[in-house]
């Protein structure tokens, strides 16, 4: 269910009014059964009529509170989208980037990632798809869920660069950037990954490794 602070206005219906509270517990089941669906349809796919039936009530109470599917889908992928930012640059921040325990951080980076794309695997397909179309919004929600990440990252690169172990004209945006498009893009395409023989494992040591070199400027430690 969306927080007590969310502002009315996010929850607003197609007709204008605010729900109260069984109205915004409809509209919570109508997101549910979308996203439940995304696993196993294409998003051009969904009919309002199965998502309704699916989620207990009517095409007429789903177009109260959605205009038509893609609206709904928007709302899940910027939840998805906030919520990510904040856990994802959380992990980078959180942990410690000094000696051998920067290794066991790069790692639980690439994990959280990983993770994190399985769980909202069908949102961010529609999104990753609805971005190589050009769709503005979904643009948008996809930068907004990197963004804090590269931040994240840029911010322990920077500080780690005044160690002197990187080169003096290393860019920390440029260089997080870089490491977010690569956990970003397998995370997307494991399976394809795994298909070629290559087991998650191994990516995800070997992605470990990257990070680690790219942000301390220190080869990996030994055994890892």
Do not use: C
């Not at 007709?15 to 196993?40: C, F, I, Y």
């Not at 969904?46 to 309704?52: F, G, P, Q, S, Y």
């Not at 929600?141 to 500080?159: D, F, M, P, S």
């Not at 023989?197 to 070997?206: A, E, H, M, N």
């Amino acid at each position: 269910m969306p927080s007590p602070d969310v502002a009315d206005d996010e929850l607003r219906a197609a007709d204008g009014r605010v729900p109260g509270r069984r109205g915004r517990a409809t509209r919570q089941r109508l997101l549910e059964r979308t996203a439940e669906m995304l696993r196993s349809t294409s998003y051009r796919d969904l009919k309002v009529v199965d998502i309704a039936r699916g989620a207990g009530t009517s095409p007429a109470t789903f177009y109260q509170y959605f205009p038509e599917v893609e609206s709904a889908i928007l709302v899940l992928a910027e939840e998805m989208s906030q919520a990510g930012s904040a856990r994802l640059s959380g992990v980078v921040r959180d942990g410690n980037w000094k000696g051998r325990p920067a290794y066991e951080t790069a790692m639980g980076v690439v994990e959280e990632v990983m993770a994190f794309w399985e769980e909202h695997r069908a949102v961010l397909r529609v999104v990753d798809l609805a971005t190589d179309e050009g769709d503005q919004r979904f643009r948008k929600i996809r930068v907004a869920l990197l963004n804090g990440l590269t931040n994240a990252l840029a911010e322990v690169i920077e500080a780690a660069a005044k160690s002197g172990r990187h080169p003096a004209d290393l860019d920390p945006m440029a260089t997080a950037g870089v490491l977010v498009s690569m956990l970003a893009h397998v995370a997307a395409h494991r399976y394809g990954f795994e298909f070629w023989g290559i087991r998650t494992d191994d990516l995800q040591r070997s992605m470990a490794r990257i990070v680690y070199t790219t942000v301390t400027g220190q080869r990996p430690p030994a055994g890892t």
